[in-house]
C-alpha cells in the first residue's frame, strides 16, 4: 500500500512537470521534461513483476513469429522488439531481453534478406554485446555467428574461445549444422577449434577404470580370462535449444537462435 502510494505520487509529480513544460519555452522547457522522464522512470524502475510480463510477452511474440511468414512474421518480429525494448528500459539489467532481442533482430534480418552489414545485425550485435555486460560469456556464441556472417575471423574465434571458456557453447554438433558459421567452417582454424571441443566431450575414466587388474591368485590351472570393468556411460548433455543465454522464466536453452 504504502508503495503504491509514493508511486502514485511521484506519478502526479511527472504529469506535472509535463504540463509546466508545456508552457514554457527552451531550456526551462527541457527541464521540466527531464524532471517528468526521471519521474516516470522511478515508478516503473525495478518492477519485476512488471520487467518480467513483458519478457515473457516478448518471449511469445518471438516464437509466434517463427510460425509465420511474410509481413504477419515481421508484424510480430517488430511487436516482440517493442517488447524487449520497454523491457530493458524499466530492468536494464535484464539479460533475457538483452539477448532474446538480439535474437529478434537476427530473425527479422533473415527474414528480410538483409545483407550482414545491415543495421538490423549492428542492432543484434549491440544487444548481445549488452548481455555479455551483464552475464560473461552468455552470448558470445550468438556474437561469433554475427562475426562469422561478416566474414571476420579473428573476431569470430574469439568469441568462440570466449564462449567455451564460460561454458555457453552449443554442442559440436549443433555447432557443425548452425548454418550461420559457414564462412567459417573450412579454415583450418576452425576445423582445429571444433577437434580440440571434441575431444573435451569424451568422457573421462571413471575412477574404477583407472585402477590396475586385479591380482590373479597363482594356481596350477590355466589362469582365467581378465576381466574388465564395464564402461559407465557418459552422461547425455542437456539439448541445446536457440542461441543461450539463460535468464528469465524460460529455459536458458531457448536463447540460442
Given at each position: 500500500m504504502?508503495?503504491?502510494?509514493?508511486?502514485?505520487?511521484?506519478?502526479?509529480a511527472?504529469?506535472?512537470h509535463?504540463?509546466?513544460?508545456?508552457k514554457?519555452?527552451?531550456?526551462?522547457a527541457?527541464?521540466?521534461?527531464?524532471?517528468?522522464?526521471?519521474?516516470?522512470?522511478?515508478?516503473?524502475?525495478k518492477?519485476?513483476?512488471?520487467?518480467?510480463?513483458?519478457?515473457?510477452?516478448?518471449?511469445?511474440?518471438?516464437?509466434q513469429?517463427?510460425t509465420?511468414?511474410?509481413?504477419?512474421?515481421?508484424?510480430?518480429?517488430?511487436?516482440?522488439?517493442?517488447k524487449f525494448?520497454?523491457?530493458?528500459?524499466?530492468?536494464?539489467?535484464?539479460?533475457?531481453?538483452?539477448?532474446?532481442g538480439?535474437?529478434?533482430?537476427?530473425?527479422?534480418?533473415?527474414l528480410?534478406?538483409?545483407a550482414?552489414?545491415d543495421?538490423?545485425y549492428?542492432?543484434?550485435?549491440?544487444?548481445?554485446?549488452?548481455?555479455?555486460?551483464?552475464?560473461s560469456?552468455?552470448?558470445?556464441?550468438?556474437?561469433?555467428?554475427?562475426?562469422?556472417l561478416r566474414?571476420?575471423?579473428?573476431?569470430?574465434?574469439?568469441?568462440?574461445?570466449d564462449?567455451?571458456?564460460?561454458?555457453?557453447?552449443?554442442?559440436?554438433?549443433?555447432?557443425?549444422?548452425?548454418?550461420?558459421?559457414?564462412?567459417?567452417?573450412?579454415?583450418?582454424?576452425?576445423?582445429?577449434f571444433?577437434?580440440?571441443?571434441?575431444?573435451?566431450?569424451?568422457p573421462?575414466?571413471?575412477?574404477?577404470?583407472?585402477?590396475?587388474?586385479?591380482e590373479?591368485?597363482?594356481?596350477?590351472?590355466?589362469p582365467?580370462a581378465?576381466?574388465?570393468e564395464p564402461?559407465?556411460?557418459?552422461?547425455?548433455?542437456?539439448?541445446?535449444q536457440e542461441?543461450p543465454?539463460?535468464?528469465?522464466?524460460?529455459?536458458?536453452?531457448?536463447?540460442?537462435k
Amino acid at each position: 500500500m504504502i508503495g503504491s502510494f509514493f508511486r502514485k505520487s511521484k506519478l502526479k509529480a511527472a504529469i506535472s512537470h509535463v504540463n509546466k513544460a508545456r508552457k514554457r519555452e527552451g531550456a526551462e522547457a527541457d527541464h521540466h521534461f527531464d524532471s517528468a522522464y526521471k519521474g516516470f522512470s522511478e515508478v516503473i524502475d525495478k518492477d519485476l513483476l512488471f520487467t518480467e510480463t513483458l519478457y515473457n510477452w516478448g518471449f511469445a511474440l518471438l516464437h509466434q513469429a517463427k510460425t509465420k511468414t511474410g509481413d504477419e512474421a515481421v508484424k510480430l518480429y517488430q511487436e516482440a522488439i517493442e517488447k524487449f525494448s520497454f523491457c530493458r528500459m524499466i530492468n536494464a539489467d535484464s539479460l533475457g531481453a538483452a539477448i532474446d532481442g538480439g535474437v529478434v533482430y537476427m530473425d527479422l534480418a533473415r527474414l528480410k534478406g538483409a545483407a550482414p552489414k545491415d543495421s538490423l545485425y549492428d542492432n543484434a550485435l549491440a544487444l548481445f554485446q549488452e548481455a555479455n555486460l551483464i552475464q560473461s560469456g552468455s552470448a558470445s556464441y550468438n556474437l561469433a555467428c554475427i562475426y562469422a556472417l561478416r566474414n571476420d575471423q579473428e573476431a569470430c574465434l574469439s568469441a568462440l574461445e570466449d564462449s567455451r571458456d564460460h561454458g555457453s557453447l552449443p554442442s559440436v554438433d549443433d555447432i557443425l549444422a548452425d548454418s550461420d558459421l559457414d564462412n567459417m567452417k573450412s579454415h583450418h582454424w576452425f576445423i582445429d577449434f571444433v577437434e580440440s571441443l571434441k575431444v573435451q566431450e569424451k568422457p573421462e575414466p571413471t575412477p574404477e577404470e583407472k585402477t590396475a587388474e586385479p591380482e590373479v591368485e597363482a594356481s596350477s590351472q590355466q589362469p582365467a580370462a581378465e576381466t574388465k570393468e564395464p564402461i559407465a556411460e557418459p552422461e547425455k548433455a542437456a539439448p541445446v535449444q536457440e542461441k543461450p543465454t539463460t535468464v528469465e522464466t524460460p529455459t536458458e536453452e531457448e536463447y540460442k537462435k
